[in-house]
Each structure stands twice: as C-alpha cells, then as structure tokens.
C-alpha cells in the first residue's frame, strides 16, 4: 500500500510540474498570441514603409473612398488612408500601454512588497487603501479622474495609472507572506543582513515571474481601457491617429463607411486577443500556485 501511495504522490506531483518551453512549443493559443504581438510590433516599427502616407494630411477629393489597392482599408470623411493611421495608432497604444503598465507594475511591486515583509499597522494601512481602489470599477475610476483633469493622452494615462496598481500590490504581498517564512529568509537574518538587502535581493527576485504575466495581461486590459476613455472623447484628440478617436469619428458614417469603424475595433480585438493569449501562456508555464494567484485577481 506504501509503494501505491507513493506512486500516486509522484503522478500527481508531475501533474503540477510547469510546462516549460515544451509546453509552449505545443500551445496553439500561445503560439497565436506571441504571433499577433510580434506582428503588431512590426507593423508599428515599419509603418511609414508599410503605408508611405500622411496619417493627418487631407485629401477630400478621395474622401470615403472604399478599400482598394492603393487604400487597403480605404479612406476616412477627410481622405486620410485608414491603414497609416492604424499604423501611427498602433504606436500610441502600445507605447502608452507599455508606460501605464510599467508605472502600475513599479507602484504595486513596491507597495506590495512594503506590506508583505513590514507588516503589522503598515500592511493594515497599505491593504486597505488597496482594497479601497478595488471595490471601485477601475474603468469607471479611471472616467472620473480623467473627467476631472480633461481630455489628453497624458491625463488618461495618469488615470490608469492610478486605478490599476492594486493588484500588483495584492499579488506581490501575497507571495512576500510565504516567502518571508522560508528558510533562505532567516539564514539572511542570522547573518545579519539588513531588511531593505533581504527585500530586494532575496524576496524581489522571487515574485518577478508572477509579477510579469499579470503585466502582460494588464498590456490589453490598458489598450482597452485607452481606446474606450479615447472613445468617450476624454483620450487623444483629432487629428491623432488614436484607435479609440477613429471609432469615434466613424461612427457616423457606420451605414455608408463600414470600415472606419470595423478596422480600428479590428485592431483592438485582435492587440487584446494576443496579449491575453500570450499572458495565459506564460502563466501556464509557471506553477499551479501562481496560476491559481493569478486568477483569484
């Protein structure tokens, strides 16, 4: 019965074991993700060579031109080429994503790892301002700060800022709380180590992996976000070429034009669709734990 027992521990231990690169290598969805991310980059990158024309130059004698070959996702009410602007928005919103994550990932590492290793009033402290961020809807937050310090690209990337760092504190502290127990921990206390080395040399390191996949998530649910603030007219205004500003301007002209408003919402999808695939690949690829933490966020 012993042999049995500890045949069954080995299969349910190498159940949980992390898939690692083969996993990867055998992920439809993962593979998909990376693909369309890759894509996009490179479309951002090269978009003057892609699309030679100006993404805010007027051309009314070809306004609400349909798609053809010399404008594969037609012309806007003003002549402009859909395609370059999809190209120029393409930057915007991966570089303000790119800002707002990193902004968010620094806040919520640090404050998280304050409150999981200091504890006692300052973790009480901490957490309940976290709390406090997520029981608002952090859209909704994000509309009201961003309602109080006007309509910009700059304002609607301070908004975002400051609503999504929550669950980089959460994620972080909790992985901070069963580390700092761990006997690497103590060892550094016994040798007298102090707790600013403790903190970033030995608990820092170890919530790095978690603390990227939620930061590869947290890329589409920024997108999103800044399409829909741009939408409602509080992001980047005409004539920038903003995914969320070119639904807006299209949808006026949904009947007659149908690709103002298909192409830009195309692109969202899909940029959201990769990133999200490709954080649930790199989460399937670390524990069963972390993926666990993961989701409860």
């Known amino acids: 019965m012993s042999d049995r027992t500890a045949d069954r521990r080995k299969q349910q231990e190498a159940t949980k074991q992390p898939r690692g690169t083969d996993g990867l290598a055998t992920d439809r969805l993962g593979q998909f993700g990376i693909g369309v991310v890759l894509t996009l980059l490179v479309l951002a990158a090269l978009g003057p060579v892609v699309s030679p024309y100006d993404p805010v130059e007027q051309d009314l004698s070809n306004r609400l ?29 991966l570089g303000i994503a790119v800002a707002v994550t990193t902004v968010r990932l620094i806040m919520g590492t640090a404050v998280g790892l304050l409150a999981g290793y200091a504890g006692g009033w300052i973790d009480e402290t ?35 800022s400051v609503v999504g760092w929550a669950s980089y504190a959460r994620l972080v502290r909790s ?78 002209y949904l009947r007659q034009a149908w690709w103002l408003v298909n192409a830009p919402g195309l692109c969202i999808m899909l940029t959201v669709l990769g990133f999200n695939l490709l954080g649930d690949s790199l989460r399937d690829m670390l524990s069963p734990t972390q993926t666990a933490q993961m989701e409860e966020l």
């Not at 901070?176 to 390191?205: D, K, N, Q």
């Not at 790095?208 to 205004?237: E, M, R």
């Open 126 to 160: 901490l957490m309940r301002l976290v709390d406090t961020l997520l029981a608002f809807p952090g859209i909704v937050l994000a509309l009201v700060i961003a309602g109080i310090l006007g309509p910009s690209l700059v304002n609607v990337m301070l908004a975002l």
């Open 65 to 93: 031109e349909s798609p053809s070959l010399s404008h594969p996702f037609g012309t806007d009410q003003l002549g402009r080429d859909v395609l370059t602007r999809l190209l120029h928005g393409a930057r915007f919103s």
């Open 175 to 252: 992985n901070v709380l069963s580390l700092r127990e761990r006997e690497f921990v103590s060892a550094a206390r016994l040798l007298g180590r102090s707790r600013t080395h403790i903190a970033t040399r030995h608990l820092l390191p170890n919530v790095v992996a978690p603390v990227v996949v939620l930061a590869t998530l947290d890329i589409g649910s920024v997108i999103l976000g800044t399409a829909g603030l741009s939408f409602l007219g509080l992001g980047a205004q005409p004539p920038t070429p903003e995914w969320g500003t070119m639904l807006a301007s299209g949808r006026s």
